[in-house]
Structures are given as C-alpha cells and as structure tokens.
C-alpha cells in the first residue's frame, strides 16, 4: 500500500483541497492481490487504490466512460502476424499505467484509509488536470 501511495503521490495525482460543499465527494478502498508463479509460490503481494465510481453523477463528476483494454480478437492477430513473420516477441509490465492518463473531469475523493494527510485530516482529494491554456 506505502509503494502504491508513493506512487500517486510521485505522480501528483491529486492535490488536497477543502471539501466543496457543492460537487460530491466520492469514497475510496484498498484492493488485494496475491500474485503467484506458476509453481504457486508467492511472487508479490499487491494493493491498488480504486475510488468508488459507482457514487458518480453523470453531469455532474463525468460525462464519458472508457476502458483502454485490448480485445482477444486482437491479441490473436497480433500474435499470429508476429509468428508468421518470425519477429521476437516480448512481454513488458507499465507500472501505474493508469496513472499517466488525464481525467478531464473535477473529481473529489475521500483521503485513502490509512494515509491521512495529518496536517489536513478533512481535506479531499482533487484530480483535476492542471490547465494547459
């Protein structure tokens, strides 16, 4: 969990801010994982911070939904091509990828359980992109 908030907090994912008393304030929860090799053995313990979407307001703190997953269609083409030209094929994981996207939205969320700013322990989190005008 420590690795996961250093990471959002590396990546200014949000900045803390007074609750506004005008937009909702959206909740937020630790999720687990085991991640085992294949001989079952424990290869890492991970934790991901999720805020609750299912608060959200259409209007309101969004207006448009994606997903970028790659679909299996896809997958097998690609890896059909890949062996049909006899080009290497290598596998690579993007640590906090989800992170380096923008949310074109103003998103306010409760403080992660756990890592309570001390110094401002009523302060939101605020996402909002910094302006590039």
């Known amino acids: 969990m420590k690795a996961k908030y250093d990471a959002l907090q590396q990546q200014s994912t949000w900045t803390l801010v007074p609750p506004p008393s005008d937009k909702p304030i959206l909740g937020c929860k630790w ?18 911070l999720v805020a609750l979407g299912y608060e959200q307001k259409f209007g309101i703190n969004y207006n448009e ?58 302060a939101v989190c605020n996402s909002t992109s910094p302006s590039t005008d």
């Open 31 to 48: 999720t687990y994982k085991i991640k085992s090799l294949p001989n079952g053995q424990v290869e890492c313990y991970k934790a991901r």
């Open 65 to 122: 939904t994606f997903s970028p997953v790659a679909k299996m269609p896809t997958i097998r083409l690609l890896l059909k091509l890949f062996l049909h030209r006899q080009w290497p094929i290598y596998q690579l994981n993007i640590s906090n990828a989800f992170l380096q996207g923008d949310l074109p939205d103003d998103i306010y969320m409760r403080q992660p359980p756990g890592f309570i700013d001390q110094t401002q322990p009523h």
